[in-house]
């Protein structure tokens, strides 16, 4: 059986080409995501899904509150989660405004 995460999707239009008479969407695809710290759980948080980057960049101020693994040793300017998007189905159907990642 598996689980799924739903998303969303956000729907603006570029400003300044829509100015120019040119209809442009600019579609993120959300999803809601808590974190687990020494006293429990954060607060719910709408995240950005890019399916583009390698990395997931989560805000230092909440980075410091959060239970985290260390991956690698030595600072470094931007932290992510190993797995990503490659253990994940994605299901995205922007006509249903119907989006999910299936977890196996």
Known sequence: M???IALAFQ???DLALLSAGLKVRLVRLLATVRFKTAGGWTAPYEAIV???NPITIIPQNLHQ???SQVLYPRKVDLLGYEDGLTELRM???YPQQQAC???P
């Open 2 to 4: 598996s689980t799924n």
């Open 65 to 67: 509150q959060i239970s």
């Open 91 to 93: 299901i995205s159907d």
């Open 11 to 13: 729907t603006n239009y």
């Open 50 to 52: 890019d399916t583009g």
């Open 101 to 103: 990642f299936e977890i």
